[in-house]
């Protein structure tokens, strides 16, 4: 069965607010890497992001709960609040299950970033569902 967790868009501060879960929450951040580790390539992707911005932070909750997140800086929008800009991420067992989750989730919605390996070595897409709901569909590559 699929796990479902939360991922949240910030606009330049990610990294501060993980600082913050940090403490609440008294568990440590286990994946924090910025935008200049990003190869080249996939950097076209994030135009809008400088060096020390957060591309991916991970905290764990719990054994199956994780809070993760990103600076997705979009000059266009004012607001700061986080809460406004998230993903739900379903990590699965399978690359077919990924698929089919995906494609599910696609239909009438839109592809933001169709299923294909990426560059930290996961299966992974990203889509909109028709009722306008950001989804993150990840398998592991490393776990087949």
């Known amino acids: 069965m699929a796990i479902v ?3 949240l ?19 440590e951040i286990t994946y ?4 200049k580790d990003v190869p080249e390539a996939a950097r076209q992707h994030f135009l809008n992001c400088k ?3 957060i ?19 979009d000059p266009n929008k004012k607001d700061q609040n986080a809460a406004a800009f998230f ?10 299950e990924a ?18 390996k990426q560059f930290w070595g996961s299966y992974y897409g990203i889509c909109m569902d028709k009722f306008g ?10 776990n087949n």
């Open 9 to 27: 868009y910030f606009n330049g501060n990610c990294e501060k607010a993980f600082e913050f879960y940090k403490d609440v929450f008294k568990k």
């Open 99 to 116: 698929d089919s989750i995906f494609n599910a989730l696609s239909k009438d919605g839109s592809i933001k970033l169709p299923m294909e």
């Open 5 to 7: 967790n939360t991922y």
């Open 87 to 96: 993903s739900l991420i379903v990590s699965t067992k399978s690359k077919e």
């Open 133 to 142: 709901v950001n989804w993150k569909i990840s398998f592991a590559l490393e």
């Open 32 to 35: 924090m890497e910025r935008y």
């Open 51 to 53: 060096d020390e911005h």
């Open 55 to 73: 591309m991916h932070a991970t905290l764990p909750i719990s054994e199956e709960t994780f809070l993760m997140g990103a600076d997705v800086i």
